[in-house]
Nanobody, 127 residues
């Protein structure tokens, strides 16, 4: 099982980036894919997730209306489209996979429940 992120970089405030998470080694009929991020000195936080059951999505409040999670079924690749980026979005972004088709009632489930992780990709938005 392998998850590989790409698409990070340096972008000015107000700009956009699209992160990709390419997956291999397992089928995604019954998995939740999530994006987490971690900035220096802070705990890792959930950003967004999508469930395979009905395609439902979740976004943390700070990114609602700016970020969009999606999946290309033909490529087994997930995306996180990030618009109107802010300095507070600066972090290493990770995609992760958790067994189970349905999101929790209030988020993406804790990060320790995710069995598979990518290596991370840095997003920097200078202030």
């Amino acid at each position: 099982v392998q998850l590989v992120e790409s698409g990070g970089g340096l972008v000015q405030a107000g700009g956009s980036l699209r992160l990709s998470c390419a997956a291999s080694g397992f089928t995604f009929d019954n998995y939740i894919i999530a994006w987490f991020r971690q900035s220096p000195g802070k705990e890792r936080e959930e950003v967004s997730c999508i469930g395979s059951g009905d395609g439902s999505t979740f976004y943390t409040d700070s990114v609602k209306g700016r970020f969009t999670i999606s999946k290309d079924n033909a490529k087994d690749t997930w995306y996180l489209q990030m618009n109107s980026l802010k300095p507070g979005d600066t972090a290493v972004y990770y995609c992760a996979a958790r067994y189970g088709a349905w999101l929790s009632g209030d988020g993406c489930y804790p990060d320790y429940q995710y069995a598979y992780w990518g290596q991370g990709t840095q997003v920097t938005v200078p202030s």
